[in-house]
Nanobody, 112 residues
Framework: QVQLVESGGGLVQAGGSLRLSCAAS????????MGWYRQAPGKRRELVAR???????NYAGSVKGRFTISRDNAKNTVYLQMNSLKPEDTAVYYC??????WGQGTQVTVSS
């Protein structure tokens, strides 16, 4: 498995932006699907966005048009650009690789 470390979370006002990063301990070139998930207090973990090695993406309906996932295989890093943030986006955000690896999560808090 690959070790994943998320960063970039924090406190932001509604309407603001954050960029999350997920740094992998080894090359992600051979990992087809990388994804971002989130878990709000008292709720189940849910898929936010994922990206294939070929660059195909898909998003949860609640974030489509506001969030953008990308990957830089040369830097072994996956990003999540989050714009127009809403209080309901408040959650711990986790990076995931299709081999089952998870990061420790980064907290995103959006104030109204």
């Amino acid at each position: 498995q690959v070790q994943l470390v998320e960063s970039g979370g924090g406190l932001v006002q509604a309407g603001g932006s954050l960029r999350l990063s997920c740094a992998a301990s080894r090359s992600i070139f051979s990992i087809n699907v990388m994804g971002w998930y989130r878990q709000a207090p008292g709720k189940r973990r849910e898929l936010v966005a994922r990206i294939t090695s070929g660059g195909s993406t898909n998003y949860a309906g609640s974030v489509k048009g506001r969030f953008t996932i990308s990957r830089d295989n040369a830097k072994n890093t996956v990003y999540l650009q989050m714009n127009s943030l809403k209080p309901e986006d408040t959650a711990v955000y986790y990076c995931n690789a299709e081999d089952g690896s998870w990061g420790q999560g980064t907290q995103v808090t959006v104030s109204s």
